[in-house]
């Protein structure tokens, strides 16, 4: 007798591994119109006028340790689109290059700002203390400098007495 088994085959389920090439079409879709309107609505002296307040301040500061390693007063000068890190006195070496040479860097301790980032204030003298000073005599109001970029303004803020920097938004 010829008896035939009749094996009945697995139902064969097909699962995707990965994307369908409609649904990519559509993320890269998606991904360039979010780029093109964030392009266009970018403006990068917004983005760097914020850093470079940062860097303002974190220059102070170490214009600060400077002064009181060196034992020398310091002088930072804004120059609209600059700003330099000079002694007081000019004398021997750390003192004997204007601006001074920055340590950290081996370079002028001279920052020029980007993007048409302007800088406005007046110069700012740290003694060897540490203390911000007009002349010798220690300052009493806070000193305050104001970086412009197209559509914001930082301010960078030096208190009186303890030298303490401080960076507010617009």
Known sequence: ???RTHHQRPSVRRFSAGFTLVEMVVVMLLAAILVAVTATRWDATDATAPSQADLLARNLRHMQMLAMSWGQSLRLTAAGGSYSVA???VGV???NASPVIDPASGQAFLVTLSNNVTLSGGPISIDSLGRPVSGSTPITTNITYTLTASASTWSVMVRPITGFVTV???
Do not use: Y
């Open 87 to 89: 002694c007081v006195t």
């Open 1 to 3: 007798m010829n008896v």
């Open 168 to 170: 507010s938004s617009p």
């Open 93 to 95: 070496a750390p003192c």
